[in-house]
């Protein structure tokens, strides 16, 4: 009799760290939640590369030639960015995707996109 009440009272404690585990678990991720809006840097005239270090690894990013070339991008080093979405101040939280339009390092930007920049 008095293993199984040893056991049951191990098996509550269990369980009551447990509960405590999840509470503040759910707490964290509500607490991240809030937290994890920030402010969307300006990045137009920046290198590529700058984009991938200076936003959250966990960012969705969308990269796309914007010369009318439809080049792939590659080698981010190599290019600049000449429009971003959302514009820069905006909220900017972890289910946003960040979309860039970019060109070749040298390359100016075409006249339809500086007009239309976001």
Known sequence: MRRRAVVGAGAVLALAAVAVTSTEETARVAADGDAGTRPMPDLLGRGLWRVFTGLDRRTRLDVHDVSGRDRRVLW???????????????????????????????????????????
């Open 76 to 118: 981010p080093p190599r290019w600049q960015v000449c429009t971003q979405y959302p514009a820069a101040g905006a909220g900017l939280d972890r289910r946003a995707t960040v979309m860039i339009g970019v060109v070749r390092k040298g390359e100016t930007c075409p006249p339809r996109v500086r007009t239309a920049r976001r």
